[in-house]
C-alpha cells in the first residue's frame, strides 16, 4: 500500500481552476461531492484541457506534485499496542510501588503502636516462681496439701520481703 505516484498540473488547468472560483462565487454552484477512493488514486481533468497531465504542446509548463503515500492502517495499530504495552508497564509498577508503601507504612504503624503501649519500665511480677510452685504442688497432691507447706511458707517470706521494700521505698 506504499504506493507513490506523480501528478504535473499546467499553467492552463491552473488558470481554469482560478476562472472556475471567479465564476462560482457569481453563480454559487453546487459541487458534487468527490468520491473518495484510497486504493485506486485517479487524477481529475477538466474538460478541453489535455495539458493537465502534462501532455500539452510546448507550452505548457508542468508542476509535479508529489501527494504523500497513505500510512497503512497497521501501523496506527502497531503504535496503539506499543503506548498500551507501556501504559501497562507503567501501572504495574505503580502497583509494586504501592505495595512496598502498603507494608514500609503498616511496619511502621506497627512500630508506633508497640512503642505507645509499651509499659515504661515493666518490672517482673515478684514472687512470681514461689506462687507457680505452690499451685503445681497444690494440683499434684489434692488429697493431701499438707506436703506443699514448705512452699507455701517460701511464698509467704517471699511475699513478706516485697511489702517490707515496697513500704520503706515509700
Not at 108 to 115: G, I, S, V, Y
Amino acid at each position: 500500500m506504499d504506493e507513490s505516484f506523480t501528478v504535473q498540473i499546467s499553467s492552463n488547468l491552473v488558470k481554469k481552476l482560478l476562472d472556475d472560483g471567479e465564476t462560482e462565487k457569481v453563480k454559487k454552484k453546487t459541487r458534487k461531492p468527490r468520491q473518495k477512493n484510497p486504493q485506486q488514486p485517479q487524477a481529475q481533468q477538466l474538460p478541453g484541457d489535455s495539458d493537465a497531465l502534462g501532455v500539452g504542446g510546448p507550452s505548457s509548463t508542468a508542476w509535479p506534485i508529489q501527494l504523500p503515500s497513505h500510512k497503512p492502517p497497521n501501523s496506527n495499530l502497531e503504535a496503539m499496542r506499543s503506548v498500551l504495552e507501556e501504559s501497562e508497564k507503567v501501572v504495574e509498577r505503580l502497583h509494586k510501588n504501592e505495595e512496598n508503601m502498603l507494608q514500609e507504612v503498616t511496619e511502621r504503624a506497627k512500630d508506633l503502636h508497640d512503642k505507645e503501649f509499651e509499659l515504661p519500665n515493666s518490672k517482673p511480677i515478684p514472687c512470681l516462681d514461689e506462687k507457680n510452685a505452690c499451685l503445681n504442688c497444690y494440683k499434684e497432691h489434692i488429697n493431701d496439701p499438707l506436703k506443699c507447706a514448705q512452699l507455701v511458707r517460701y511464698f509467704a517470706n517471699c511475699a513478706r520481703t516485697v511489702r517490707r521494700q515496697v513500704g520503706h521505698g515509700n
